[in-house]
């Protein structure tokens, strides 16, 4: 047999050294976008509701985000979260988002994720129906919905909060790529929402452009951030930024309204229609008088996954005729690590290359 492989055989046990960091997680996809969801092994975060975790973890455990997003554990385009305590007690759990860049306030693949996690996992209890839950983000509390038969998830549907409407048809000037027409909206996040309709772009939303929709998105978000002084959020300040650009286009695909890429954080490609990027799309074609309570649309990815936008209903949110929006999309487990942080690892940090 061999003696080095008989031992192999018979020890297969791993024991860290004590003074090595082991930090397990579960990993997920939502439509091809990758979420790694970290259960155990993370410091404890200080604070008294979700934004305060969020900045206390920006400030005191940055170098854990990046040593499991980055390189060599994860890649420019991974994505994570974290669980914490909920805003109060009404609230279910509380999440975190982690990505490339640094820390999003909201993100819907992630919601239709860990809503389809907690009730695998056991974290709730689960009837056949639906099971709902109570998510406190960043940018506020999600309700989602796990539609469950036989015992299995078969899809989730959330309401993002209030998605506004900053300004449509919207005009700037982006070196290389001349005037560019887009759309401002708020879905938990800000994007730039740029139709390749409306702009003479030479580009496709598809994997064989996937570098120069880096580029080219990447180029738009710097312009409107430097030239777009409206990007305010009307009640929290830690909420008012640019996340990223979303290009859209029509689809060739029967039953399929439209397509959508994301470009987010540091040159992020969202694999899946982006929920929070959908949310503010409901919101926009709401304005325009282009979807009516009670009609779907259905939005596909750079990989052709999709999810279900619609609009619940219409509210006042300080300035802004906002929507409630719902978003609908499945999830599934990908596998489960013990990730070890060795405080001798020259990269123990992590990097990136693309």
Same mark, same amino acid.
């Given at each position: 047999m061999g003696k080095v492989y008989k031992n192999i055989l018979e020890n297969t046990a791993f024991n860290p050294l004590k003074d090595w960091l082991q930090v397990k997680t579960i990993d997920m996809h939502t439509g091809g976008e990758p979420l790694r969801v970290i259960v155990d092994g993370f410091p404890e975060l200080k604070g008294d509701n979700v934004l305060d975790y969020r900045r206390y973890c920006k400030e005191n455990h940055d170098d854990l985000r990046t040593a499991l997003m980055f390189e060599p554990r994860g890649h420019a385009d991974m994505y994570g979260c974290i669980l914490v305590p909920p805003n109060d007690d009404e609230g279910d759990f509380g999440i975190l988002f982690l990505h490339n860049e640094g820390y999003s306030t909201m993100c819907g693949h992630a919601i239709i994720a860990i809503s389809t996690?907690?009730? /695998?996992?056991?974290?709730?209890?689960?009837?056949?129906?639906?099971?709902?839950?109570?998510?406190?983000?960043?940018?506020?509390?999600?309700?989602?919905?796990?539609?469950?038969?036989?015992?299995?998830?078969?899809?989730?549907?959330?309401?993002?909060?209030?998605?506004?409407?900053?300004?449509?048809?919207?005009?700037?000037?982006?070196?290389?790529?001349?005037?560019?027409?887009?759309?401002?909206?708020?879905?938990?996040?800000?994007?730039?929402?740029?139709?390749?309709?409306?702009?003479?772009?030479?580009?496709?939303?598809?994997? /064989?452009?996937?570098?120069?929709?880096?580029?080219?998105?990447?180029?738009?978000? /710097?312009?409107?951030?430097e030239q777009d002084k409206e990007i305010f959020h009307p009640f929290e300040e830690d909420l008012s930024f640019l996340y990223g650009t979303i290009f859209i286009d029509s689809s060739s695909t029967v039953g399929v309204d439209s397509r959508n890429v994301c470009i987010f954080a540091?040159?992020?490609?969202?694999?899946?229609?982006?929920?929070?990027?959908?949310?503010?799309?409901?919101?926009?074609?709401?304005?325009?008088?282009?979807? /009516?309570l009670g009609e779907t649309m259905t939005i596909e990815s750079i990989t052709d996954s999709r999810f279900k936008g619609s609009v619940v209903k219409e509210v006042d949110y300080g300035p802004y005729t906002a929507v409630v929006p719902q978003v609908e999309g499945t999830a599934h487990i990908t596998g489960m690590h013990t990730f070890i942080i060795d405080p001798k690892d020259p990269i123990k940090k992590g990097f990136i290359l693309r």
């Open positions: 996690l907690a009730v /695998q996992m056991g974290w709730v209890a689960v009837n056949d129906g639906t099971t709902a839950l109570k998510i406190d983000a960043p940018c506020g509390r999600i309700h989602s919905f796990v539609e469950v038969q036989d015992s299995e998830v078969k899809g989730v549907r959330f309401h993002c909060v209030p998605s506004f409407v900053v300004g449509l048809d919207r005009k700037i000037t982006v070196d290389g790529l001349g005037e560019i027409t887009y759309d401002l909206a708020y879905g938990g996040a800000f994007y730039a929402y740029v139709d390749l309709q409306k702009n003479k772009l030479n580009l496709d939303l598809t994997p /064989q452009a996937y570098s120069k929709l880096i580029a080219e998105g990447m180029k738009i978000k /710097q312009a409107v951030m540091e040159g992020e490609v969202d694999r899946c229609p982006t929920g929070s990027g959908v949310s503010g799309r409901m919101a926009i074609h709401w304005a325009r008088k282009e979807i /009516q």
